[in-house]
């Protein structure tokens, strides 16, 4: 889901499309929260609120915010949301957990640079007995990154894309959260894990990345260079990603945490 990064552009439909498999970490991230009655959630990097309003089957007396930085998702919330939900738009990096019981961000921290001392900073606001929970993607050193940015800082492509991709340093490994938010004073409970997503099917894994990795590099790209950019990247991960009679297999590697405020 989205953080900041004013330059990358969000497609609610385009992100949406594995929403299946895009929300199992989310699920997998929340049961893990041990608050039993949070009065103020907020959850960072919303999207459209989709997630952001099955907070309510856990907290249904709870006010519950989603804040996500996209305009287009602010604007694709569902208009049915619950009545103590609210989706609004807002920056990751100006949030001040001050008198929240519950932090909640599903993969977008890694869009912030800047979010590792943020979590340390909400880790000093958040109220006693708050949690901050959060999940990034940790396959930035997977085939279809380091392609993408191998693709990306070629002869060609360099002159239009240099510097605009993350490199593997844009998260950190489980341990390193864990040992910064102790050091805060939180109780941690840190994981990984590794999702193997079967895809169905033509060029699964691109159509996976478009709503994700490759906004910046579609954002960066004009009407005439992404479709040749997207054909030259699809090739490369055809090789890497083979086609199977039941899908692509797509491993995805994910970073959890959830710290509690004793």
């Not at 900041?4 to 299946?20: C, E, F, I, K, L």
């Not at 396959?139 to 510097?163: C, I, T």
């Not at 840190?190 to 079967?198: C, D, K, L, P, Q």
């Amino acid at each position: 889901m989205t953080g900041t990064g004013p330059r990358t552009s969000w497609n609610p439909t385009v992100y949406h499309r594995y929403a299946d498999e895009r929300s199992r970490p989310f699920y997998d991230l929340v049961q893990r929260v041990q608050h039993a009655s949070p009065v103020e959630v907020v959850d960072l990097g919303c999207g459209t609120g989709v997630l952001t309003a099955t907070l309510t089957q856990r907290w249904p007396d709870a006010r519950i915010t989603g804040i996500d930085s996209s305009p287009d998702m602010v604007a694709g919330q569902p208009a049915d949301l619950p009545s103590n939900v609210t989706v609004i738009e807002g920056d990751i990096s100006d949030f001040d957990a001050s008198n929240i019981d519950v932090v909640v961000s599903n993969a977008a921290l890694q869009w912030v640079p800047e979010h590792r001392e943020l979590i340390t900073r909400w880790a000093e606001q958040l109220n006693s007995g708050g949690t901050v929970a959060f999940q990034v993607p940790a396959n930035f050193d997977a085939p279809s990154h380091v392609l993408m940015r191998r693709l990306a800082e070629s002869d060609e492509w360099a002159p239009v894309l240099s510097g605009v991709l993350r490199g593997t340093d844009s998260v950190d490994r489980a341990e390193q959260y864990a040992s910064a938010l102790m050091g805060a004073g939180l109780a941690v409970d840190a994981w990984e894990t590794s999702y193997v997503h079967v895809l169905p099917g033509a060029d699964p894994v691109l159509n996976w990345v478009r709503g994700t990795g490759l906004r910046p590099v579609l954002d960066a790209l004009d009407d005439e260079q992404q479709p040749r950019f997207e054909a030259q990247y699809a090739e490369l991960l055809r090789e890497a990603y083979p086609s199977t009679p039941t899908g692509t297999l797509f491993p995805f590697r994910r970073v959890f945490v959830v710290a509690e405020k004793n």
